[in-house]
């Protein structure tokens, strides 16, 4: 007898597969994990699958959006620049928030839904899923709030 497999399976795997290589990061770069590990753990091929640099401007950025994964080239495997809101450049603590927010985009690409994208920043931080939620709104709150972010032109 054929099984065939439907879309709702290859969501489910994708989310296990996003759950699994989030607590990979988390086991080797845990407990808490703080800009210093971060940093480390984007250069870990078995957590973020293609390289990514962090650069901070509003260049790539819509109004209120705090960072935005811009591929560097042609193919994944070139790269990601992670651009991410000057406001969080002095901001180290809130790195992790965000930037495993965007690590779900760069490892699995346009596939990946907001909600595999909480799971794994969750999951990496070692958080309830809500929590995490609840952190990405208040950050994305925060952003919009400062002056120039409300898409207003000047």
């Not at 759950?19 to 870990?44: F, K, S, V």
Request: hydrophobic share 40%; net charge negative; with cysteine.
């Amino acid at each position: 007898m054929e099984q065939r497999l439907t879309e709702q399976d290859g969501k489910m795997a994708l989310r296990d597969h996003v759950a699994a290589t989030a607590l990979r990061g988390l086991e080797r770069y845990g407990p808490a994990i703080d800009a210093e590990g971060l940093l480390r753990l984007l250069t870990d091929r078995s957590v973020v699958r293609f390289p990514v640099e962090i650069r901070f401007g509003t260049e790539r950025l819509r109004p209120g959006e705090p960072g935005f994964p811009e591929p560097v080239g042609e193919r994944p495997s070139d790269g990601y620049r992670l651009w991410l809101h000057p406001a969080l450049e002095a901001r180290r603590e809130l790195w992790p928030v965000v930037v495993s927010y965007y690590l779900a985009s760069v490892n699995y690409g346009p596939v990946v839904s907001a909600d595999d994208a909480e799971l794994f920043g969750a999951t990496l931080l070692n958080l309830d899923i809500e929590t995490y939620y609840l952190q990405m709104c208040a950050l994305a709150d925060w952003i919009a709030s400062l002056p120039g972010s409300s898409g207003d032109l000047p």
